[in-house]
């Protein structure tokens, strides 16, 4: 096999899990756990220990269980599994916890079936909804609807004539608004498109017809009013308990700036150390520079003094950026943590920027025309590109060099050649670097792309339960020949590449992990199809990618993803061996307890 950064550094992480010993801890455990499945997932195959002890939030001992019962002290508690699975706890390499947690204010709208269903629970919305805040609901289909389109600007003034209204499709990539609400942002038929997006218009004329597309409906979505107070606040803890619900110790923000008050959000939780899960944030950035601003904001206020590598590379961000650190106030924030991780403030950590280079399945920017165009669409189609190569281009001079990861989003061939391209001539121009780019998505990779994607050390994070809501609407639109050959996972396990699976909540419903396993095992339609059969792994692989794999993408493997002598005490407890079912049945395994540095954060009552 040839050799490369990624496998070899990948190589290095599983042959260090590999090699690992119990270590006996320096003073007595907190706990000790024991009579169940204690799946380590730190082998290359799977490898169970019969016994854990954690000591001061750290695993400090595992082995066989005569050997951890010498760490018992008076105060140790002994905790019997009967028969049930710990592992390491999930980590989401892709979500948007913070977005999430406002729409979940909204009105819901997934499962909607046709129009007259999204105005009904849109007009419900409106009691629900604060004087002064937009009426927003979320997670329609147009495809899926019977008309086969988005609302129109007369639909939605339907819901109110004198309110704003806006809703926003499960992909958040398009959605629709009201006549009150494009006069409040002053938005007509004068207005002009932005690169990257576009806002329809009525048949034989200019005036807006209420649906958006991409980087319009980002910019319109950026405006909505702040959340503050009581609503800032259940933005987050509500969206903390759902994810700890699902077996997440740590949570993922990979957007921050989709909302103006976003950092403000993200400023209010650690002042108030709402938190109980780590929380990783990408920063946001478009055209119109949302989320460039976003990254200041956020490295200038908390951006620390200290000295580990992250914090140096935030310091490196504030200087190209011209903006100034407090390092005062950072240093107040900071939390002691039992891995001493300074990148971390109040479970908050700045690891990344995100950009997003085409769009959903609709809209995704490929080298050759869609097979069946997408509704609305005529001609020779082929998606969108979102941003030019010399924003990407200069984004990457900025951040290849640093700790400051960057994500691109990216469904088509043509996204991911720009991605690739960006890589090389950073490469050319600094040199190669363990930066781990992310291909957020990656969905449709040639072979080419795949061996280039390899040898730059670049993770793709698959949304693979997407295979299942949206698999069909990918074949149809983009044809069998591509596909099947999707989220090519069984590929790169192959080659010793690592990737990994993530829900893009609110994209998928709920930020559910055990699904996006069961998915990425059986690729499997409601109807049966399946999509890309040789594509599929096995169930260990596939936990893998939402543990140890997941810990090394977001470059904190030394300290997550497995459970070693030193690691976190993240868990969680499963109600069955995910290895040991039927593995069309992973998705319906209970998450029973999540544990975060030894204390429990979620227990199923």
Same mark, same amino acid.
């Given at each position: 096999?040839?050799?490369?950064?990624?496998?070899?550094?990948?190589?290095?992480?599983?042959?260090?899990?590999?090699?690992?010993?119990?270590?006996?801890?320096?003073? =007595?455990?907190?706990?000790?756990?024991?009579?169940?499945?204690?799946?380590?997932?730190?082998?290359?195959?799977?490898?169970?220990?019969?016994?854990?002890?954690?000591?001061?939030?750290?695993?400090?001992?595992?082995?066989?269980?005569?050997?951890?019962?010498?760490?018992?002290?008076?105060?140790?508690?002994?905790?019997?599994?009967?028969?049930?699975?710990?592992?390491?706890?999930?980590?989401?390499?892709?979500?948007?916890?913070?977005?999430?947690? =406002?729409?979940?204010?909204?009105?819901?709208?997934?499962?909607?079936?046709?129009?007259?269903?999204?105005?009904?629970?849109?007009?419900?919305?409106?009691?629900?909804?604060?004087?002064?805040?937009?009426?927003?609901?979320?997670?329609?289909?147009?495809?899926?609807?019977?008309?086969?389109?988005?609302?129109?600007?007369?639909?939605?003034?339907? #819901?109110?004539?004198?309110?704003?209204?806006? #809703?926003?499709?499960?992909?958040?990539?398009?959605?629709?608004?009201?006549?009150?609400?494009?006069?409040?942002?002053?938005?007509? *038929? $004068?207005?002009?498109?932005?690169?990257?997006?576009?806002?329809?218009?009525?048949?034989?004329?200019?005036?807006?017809?209420?649906?958006?597309?991409?980087?319009?409906?980002?910019?319109?979505?950026?405006?909505?009013?702040?959340?503050?107070?009581?609503?800032?606040? @259940?933005?987050?803890?509500?969206?903390?308990?759902?994810?700890?619900?699902?077996?997440?110790?740590?949570?993922?923000?990979?957007?921050?700036?989709?909302?103006?008050?976003?950092?403000?959000?993200?400023?209010?939780?650690?002042? =108030?150390?709402?938190?109980?899960?780590?929380?990783?944030?990408?920063?946001?950035?478009?055209?119109?520079?949302?989320?460039?601003?976003?990254?200041?904001?956020?490295?200038?206020?908390?951006?620390?003094?200290?000295?580990?590598?992250?914090?140096?590379?935030?310091?490196?961000?504030?200087?190209?950026?011209?903006?100034?650190?407090?390092?005062?106030?950072?240093?107040?924030?900071?939390?002691?943590?039992?891995?001493?991780?300074?990148?971390?403030?109040?479970?908050?950590?700045?690891?990344? #920027?995100?950009?997003?280079?085409?769009?959903?399945?609709?809209?995704?920017?490929?080298?050759?025309?869609?097979?069946?165009?997408?509704?609305?669409?005529?001609?020779?189609?082929?998606?969108?590109?979102?941003?030019?190569?010399?924003?990407?281009?200069?984004?990457?001079? $900025?951040?290849? $060099?640093?700790?400051?990861?960057?994500?691109?989003?990216?469904?088509?061939?043509?996204?991911?050649?720009?991605?690739?391209?960006?890589?090389?001539? *950073? #490469?050319?121009?600094?040199?190669?670097?363990?930066?781990?780019?992310?291909?957020?998505?990656?969905?449709?990779? @040639?072979?080419?792309?795949?061996?280039?994607?390899?040898?730059?050390?670049?993770?793709?994070?698959?949304?693979?339960?997407?295979?299942?809501?949206?698999?069909?609407?990918?074949?149809?639109?983009?044809?069998?020949?591509?596909?099947?050959?999707?989220?090519?996972?069984?590929?790169?396990?192959?080659?010793?590449?690592?990737?990994?699976?993530?829900?893009?909540?609110?994209?998928?419903?709920?930020?559910?992990?055990?699904?996006?396993?069961?998915?990425?095992?059986?690729?499997?339609?409601?109807?049966?199809?399946?999509?890309?059969?040789?594509? @599929?792994?096995?169930?260990?692989?596939?936990?893998?990618?939402?543990?140890?794999?997941?810990?090394?993408?977001?470059?904190?493997?030394?300290?997550?993803?497995?459970?070693?002598?030193? =690691?976190?005490?993240?868990?969680?407890?499963?109600?069955?061996?995910?290895?040991?079912?039927?593995?069309?049945?992973?998705?319906?395994?209970?998450?029973?307890?999540?544990?975060?540095?030894?204390?429990?954060?979620?227990?199923?009552?």
């Amino acid at each position: 096999m040839k050799k490369n950064v990624s496998s070899v550094l990948f190589g290095a992480l599983l042959l260090s899990a590999t090699a690992f010993t119990a270590q006996a801890a320096g003073g =007595k455990a907190d706990a000790i756990y024991f009579g169940g499945d204690i799946l380590t997932m730190a082998t290359t195959d799977p490898s169970y220990a019969e016994a854990l002890a954690v000591e001061d939030g750290k695993i400090a001992f595992t082995g066989s269980r005569d050997e951890a019962l010498k760490l018992k002290g008076d105060a140790t508690k002994l905790i019997d599994l009967k028969g049930r699975t710990l592992l390491p706890g999930f980590i989401d390499t892709h979500g948007h916890m913070v977005y999430f947690g =406002k729409n979940m204010i909204d009105a819901d709208l997934f499962g909607t079936t046709e129009m007259t269903e999204v105005i009904t629970r849109m007009k419900a919305q409106v009691d629900k909804t604060p004087d002064g805040a937009w009426i927003v609901g979320f997670g329609y289909m147009a495809r899926k609807l019977k008309e086969g389109r988005h609302p129109t600007v007369e639909e939605l003034d339907l #819901v109110s004539a004198d309110r704003p209204v806006m #809703v926003v499709d499960s992909s958040g990539h398009l959605g629709a608004g009201n006549t009150a609400l494009f006069s409040l942002l002053g938005l007509s *038929a $004068t207005t002009p498109d932005p690169e990257g997006g576009s806002f329809m218009r009525k048949t034989g004329s200019s005036e807006l017809a209420g649906p958006m597309e991409e980087t319009a409906l980002f910019a319109v979505r950026a405006k909505r009013p702040a959340f503050t107070g009581e609503l800032a606040d @259940r933005a987050v803890t509500g969206a903390v308990e759902l994810w700890a619900s699902y077996g997440q110790t740590t949570a993922m923000e990979c957007g921050l700036g989709l909302g103006d008050d976003d950092i403000d959000i993200v400023k209010n939780a650690i002042d =108030k150390k709402l938190l109980k899960i780590d929380l990783y944030v990408c920063a946001k950035d478009t055209v119109a520079g949302t989320a460039i601003d976003a990254g200041r904001a956020v490295a200038a206020e908390y951006a620390t003094a200290e000295t580990s590598d992250d914090a140096v590379a935030r310091q490196d961000l504030i200087a190209a950026q011209g903006t100034s650190a407090p390092g005062d106030t950072a240093r107040k924030l900071l939390q002691a943590r039992p891995d001493l991780d300074k990148r971390y403030i109040n479970r908050v950590r700045l690891g990344g #920027v995100k950009f997003w280079l085409d769009g959903s399945t609709d809209t995704a920017w490929f080298t050759e025309p869609y097979t069946n165009n997408p509704p609305g669409k005529t001609g020779s189609y082929s998606g969108f590109q979102q941003i030019s190569d010399e924003v990407l281009d200069a984004a990457f001079d $900025t951040f290849w $060099t640093s700790d400051i990861q960057i994500n691109m989003h990216m469904n088509g061939d043509a996204a991911v050649e720009q991605a690739l391209r960006a890589i090389e001539k *950073a #490469v050319v121009k600094h040199g190669m670097r363990d930066h781990r780019p992310v291909f957020v998505h990656g969905t449709y990779m @040639r072979a080419d792309q795949i061996d280039r994607a390899q040898k730059y050390g670049a993770i793709p994070s698959y949304l693979t339960s997407g295979m299942i809501s949206g698999g069909a609407g990918a074949l149809f639109l983009w044809g069998g020949e591509r596909g099947n050959k999707v989220m090519a996972t069984h590929t790169l396990e192959k080659r010793g590449m690592p990737f990994t699976f993530s829900h893009d909540a609110p994209v998928t419903p709920q930020p559910w992990i055990l699904p996006l396993v069961d998915a990425g095992v059986n690729r499997a339609l409601p109807d049966g199809t399946v999509i890309g059969e040789k594509e @599929r792994v096995s169930p260990y692989v596939a936990l893998k990618a939402v543990t140890s794999y997941a810990a090394f993408q977001i470059r904190e493997e030394k300290t997550k993803g497995t459970l070693e002598p030193g =690691k976190l005490a993240d868990f969680v407890i499963l109600e069955q061996n995910p290895l040991k079912v039927d593995p069309h049945s992973i998705k319906d395994i209970k998450v029973l307890e999540t544990i975060k540095e030894g204390t429990t954060v979620f227990v199923r009552e």
